[in-house]
């Protein structure tokens, strides 16, 4: 069954508190992307990943955003600390290169109080 | 200024009918123009992929378009049904920038019996 993998499904916690999602690619897709969706701004690229190296992580903002790929099968984003304003759908998704389909995983739905 | 912007924003239409949905788009150059359709509560699901010397490019009762010289895509849905109801997305990916996803704000269509 090959899908993008993601969990949790939904996560409720603090501000303050550390936040960790986590993203299986599709095996053997070499490029993992992570999008932001809101209702204000849609989906919006925060980073992403060819071969685990980082592309462009211009879309996170660097003080509280990581993301990393420790091996091919796994992609995590780390928020730390989280705020109210980060409360959004998280997708992440996986491709085989350049130009061809991207697959989404069902996302995380985060809600910080 | 958003460099795809779609219209309209929100379309209700009734059952087995057709309907057209438009995107602009500022990206350029471009390698690929996609058009993705997300239900509620999932992921997006991709359509179609054009290239840029693409001018149409079919799935089932979905017909996308696209005219590079105006920087104009249209997504042309026929004999629409109940679960066409979605969110329908307009997405170009930039030359030359490793696969990256530039996503316009969606297209919101009702689909009522």
């Known amino acids: 069954d090959a899908r993008v993998t993601q969990t949790p499904r939904d996560k409720v916690t603090e501000m303050g508190q550390e936040v960790t999602m986590r993203c299986q690619p599709i095996l053997g897709h070499n490029t993992v992307f992570w999008y932001r969706q809101t209702m204000m701004q849609g989906l919006e690229l925060l980073a992403y990943f060819r071969n685990r190296a980082p592309l462009d992580d211009s879309g996170m903002p660097k003080d509280r955003f990581s993301a990393e790929m420790p091996d091919a099968t796994l992609a995590t984003l780390k928020i730390q600390p989280s705020e109210p304003r980060d409360s959004a759908v998280y997708f992440c998704a996986s491709a085989w290169g350049a130009g061809t389909e991207a697959f989404f995983g069902q996302g995380t739905r985060l809600t910080v109080v | 200024k958003n460099q795809v912007e779609q219209s309209p924003q929100s379309l209700i239409i009734l059952e087995g009918k057709n309907c057209t949905l438009q995107?602009?788009?500022?990206?350029?150059?471009?390698?690929?123009l996609r058009w993705y359709k997300q239900d509620t509560g999932r992921g997006p699901v991709s359509l179609t992929i054009?290239?840029?010397?693409?001018n149409t490019k079919s799935n089932g009762r979905y017909t996308a378009t696209l005219d590079a010289d105006t920087k104009q895509s249209s997504l042309h849905i026929t004999a629409s049904q109940l679960s066409d109801s979605a969110s329908y997305i307009c997405v170009v990916s930039p030359y030359n920038q490793g696969g990256k996803l530039i996503f316009g704000q969606g297209t919101e269509l009702s689909v009522k019996p």
């Open positions: 054009m290239t840029f010397s693409e």
């Open positions: 995107c602009n788009y500022t990206v350029s150059p471009f390698s690929n």
